[in-house]
């Protein structure tokens, strides 16, 4: 398809491409019938100025990347929806990659993010062995992950949300509970609920129960993974989930083998993002609060790409959803 | 942030940009130690060669809009992560716009991806009155919408997907059947699920119930017309909804007003997203065949971006997702 450029666009409206480029920049002299012959050209030409060429000749593409797993999964979609909205009001644009848990595609979108020029990149992974952030150049924001220096980490307050949850369990009662956490080799800020899962176990002098489900499984093994430990733990009264999936998954296994939520064993999940709670109204979980969090990784980017120093980690307040689980 | 160059690669490496730019472009002979001098040289300055030069000298980005409503509604979540899979397989990045069903919004993203020429878009908008995209240049694929001439449509098979969850329902005893429908005055393929209904219900001498509740709508307003509805309308015995989010309403609100699903009120979606039915196992549903809109749109996008005639209404074959609320 041939692409419109100034030249057709001076011949359409009968002028010279230095009159059309007056036009665009708003410079010098124009009349009103020039500037009007110019418009009408252009818009029946399909007309539009070449952002690509300012992009390079001013080194500044006002464009993101945003790597995340997968665009799908409640908690990211809204974080990345929130991401973009903000973003876009700020005139910058989004190049969407899901990495889909797969490192080999992790860095390739890294590597074609830096030679389309991006001014910046927002990363929510959790793949394992990816040293490619590291020492970078380019302004990077990252969210629920460590990335080591350079690198803002922008998370919820795990170790209260963890707090949060197991304490509720406890007051109700529960007293074999089990955290079903993600992988324990990975450095993420999530590791510390399990850490204040620990503490108060330990307070309470309970028995720890612990599960760790790997993001990154396909959610069919999670399926397999929290099934045969609930059937080899029939004891288990209280469930504090990674996330609402995880949790889902456990309050159907339940209710399909006979043990009744929350009068049986409770259940308590983590994320509490808009479009799950809509589907699952009665699930009590911990809300990130994903607003704040798009809000705080989205400023911390933009000024960072404007040569200010951010090196925070930064801790956001998580609140309760008291669904009908616990 | 200052960004590195030809110039600073051939300095650090103590070599001619001549030499640099023989390496990129793998031209002319060069030694096995120039080549690792530059190599080491690049990747120690973190030189990333500028793709957006390449892109504004060949008159293509390989970059592609999608301008969707929301990356958070499953189906479209899904469908967006599908498509940007499949283009990042031929090479191809995504600008993702999400026009929250804001009119404005969504034609200033039009607007953003022509000054960025992008090499084409795939839209699945519901909003009514944008005519943007009538008669572009630039080629357009349409999923679930119709967006007139020159416009590839790809959409399922939505007469048959009506008629499969309506003759269920029939099938299972259901006597007053709703159908939760979206808005009538948008043209959208999806309006034949409500042909297929009609006629059914015709067939079988069954009094209509039509609902519109508009795609566009905060999910507190959808929830509210439906609520209402159920209340005003008790005889209800049997409903088709519009997509998934509108049956979890209808169940989730029968059930906390003491009505059983399936046993006093027979549900069936519409959609069958991936991310949904692990949340909501028990759902019964028409399942679209995402996979495959994917694939389609994106195949047609690539055939019209390469000259090709596409000027094809498209629908694809949609099957039952048989959970237990039917």
């Known amino acids: 398809m041939k692409k419109v450029g100034i030249r057709e666009v001076a011949q359409e409206a009968e002028v010279?491409?230095?009159?059309?480029?007056?036009?665009?920049?708003?410079?010098?002299?124009?009349?009103?019938?020039?500037?009007?012959?110019?418009?009408?050209?252009?818009?029946k030409l399909e007309y539009y100025p070449n952002d690509l060429a300012r992009a390079l000749y001013k080194k500044r593409t006002y464009t993101v990347g945003l790597i995340f797993p997968s665009n799908v999964h409640p908690f990211q979609a809204e974080l990345i929806q929130d991401i973009e909205y903000l973003l876009s009001q700020q005139g910058?644009?989004?190049?969407?990659?899901?990495?889909?848990?797969?490192?080999?595609?992790?860095?390739?979108?890294?590597?074609?993010?830096?030679?389309?020029?991006?001014?910046?990149?927002?990363?929510?992974?959790?793949?394992?062995h990816i040293g490619d952030y590291n020492g970078s150049n380019l302004p990077i924001v990252a969210i629920d992950r460590d990335l080591g220096k350079n690198t803002t980490t922008v998370a919820c307050d795990?170790?209260?949300?963890?707090?949060?949850?197991?304490?509720?369990?406890?007051?109700?009662?529960?007293?074999?509970i089990l955290d079903i956490r993600g992988d324990s080799s990975i450095k993420l800020p999530a590791n510390d609920r399990t850490v204040a899962y620990q503490n108060l176990m330990k307070k309470y002098g309970l028995k720890t129960y612990i599960?760790?489900?790997?993001?990154?499984?396909?959610a069919e093994e999670k399926k397999a993974l929290i099934e045969t430990y609930l059937h080899d733990n029939p004891e288990i009264d209280g469930i504090f989930a990674g996330d609402d999936l995880l949790a889902s998954i456990a309050i159907f296994y339940l209710e399909a083998h006979h043990k009744k939520v929350p009068t049986d064993v409770k259940?308590?999940?983590?994320?509490?993002?808009?479009q799950t709670l809509l589907y699952n109204p009665r699930l009590t979980t911990i809300r990130q609060p994903i607003d704040q969090i798009a809000e705080t990784a989205t400023t911390k980017l933009i000024n960072k790409i404007n040569g200010k120093k951010e090196k925070d980690q930064l801790k956001l307040p998580v609140s309760l959803v008291l669904g009908h689980t616990v």
Not at 160 to 170: D, N, T, Y
Not at 267 to 274: C, H, L, P, S, T
């Open 92 to 128: 910058y644009k989004v190049l969407l990659c899901n990495s889909l848990n797969n490192p080999q595609k992790e860095i390739a979108y890294l590597t074609m993010l830096r030679k389309n020029q991006v001014d910046g990149i927002i990363v929510g992974t959790h793949n394992k």
């Open 158 to 176: 795990n170790y209260a949300g963890g707090e949060l949850a197991v304490q509720l369990l406890i007051n109700r009662g529960c007293k074999q």
């Open 267 to 274: 259940v308590i999940g983590f994320d509490g993002a808009k």
């Open 16 to 43: 010279s491409t230095a009159t059309v480029s007056r036009v665009l920049n708003n410079r010098g002299y124009i009349s009103q019938e020039t500037r009007n012959k110019v418009q009408s050209a252009m818009s």
């Open 211 to 218: 599960l760790e489900v790997p993001f990154v499984l396909p």
